[in-house]
């Protein structure tokens, strides 16, 4: 008697466990098709401090928070940043990218990308600057003429170095083109006597006790004519063919990189923290680097758009852009 029950639960034992496994496979194809649904946003960044949003975003979460799976992409410049987004290698850069490299990429495929933050600098929200050995004599631009002058990598670095040194009463002059990494080294070792660099380079070199800070906030200074000026110098930004065909997830991740420019804004010695890892700048130096200003795509006023109009003209005026680059049309509407 008991072994007729025993028969017949075995088989519905069975089926119970197996329409039980069946549930979690299903469940987990769902996820599975869910997580592949999801695109990957492969963003380019070069080592700078101007990347700090990004940076903050990744790190806090904010772009899994949203269900997003964002692959950072570093470079050694701005320029290699707008070739792989040309090449559709990489879906965006991050702030920190030069704005000039990407109008060049618009430039050879019109409407490659939409700008929805930059990173506006000047005297006060430092980010770029002319160096010095400490011992350097030094004491105004002008006093660079006939120097040796080196510059970051890419035209808008050797284009702006080249045009601030004229400006300055420096005169016309070369420049060599040194990776960012190099700029303290290359100073220290008297390869050069002068570099226009981007922090956290100055940081690095004053706080090694190596180099110091002949000017900052050059090109607000120089190419805008006030040091005051904001110099959108860096963008963040999203490839136009990304954003058509995925509109919903370009909306969420430029909400929470939005939250990483908040970070910097409200918590900047939390998110200073996170310059490990993507810049030169480690523990104690994490503090001394002077953050640059963010602006996102909805807070941009006509004077906004009017400085950097100023600025992609200078690289008209200089033949590096073979047409005007009309900045409005660049910029995400949301």
Known sequence: MNRKPLTIDLPRRKLVQSGAAAAVLGAVGIRQARAQAAPKLRIGYWPVAAGLPFFAAVEKGYFKEAGLDVEPLKFAGAQQVMEAMLAGRSDGSSNGTGSANLAIGEIAQPGLFKIFCTNPSNAKYVLEEFLVPKDSPAKVMADLKGKRVGSGPGIQNVTLAKTMLERSGAGAMSVVELPIGQHVAALAAGQIDAVYTLEPTGTVGRMNGTTRVLE??????????????PWHGGSASLTTDFIKK??????????????????????PAEARQFM???????????????????MLYNEFKPSDVAYFQKFYDLFTEKGIFEKKVPVDGLLYKG
Not at 216 to 229: N, R, T
């Open 216 to 229: 900052a906030g050059v090109v607000a200074h120089y190419i805008l004519g006030d040091p005051m000026a």
């Open 246 to 267: 995925n509109p919903d997830v370009a909306k969420k991740y430029i909400a929470a990189y939005a939250k990483g420019v908040d970070l910097v804004r409200k918590s």
């Open 276 to 294: 490990k890892g993507y810049t030169a700048i480690e523990g104690p130096l994490t503090s001394e680097v002077p953050l640059a200003s963010y």
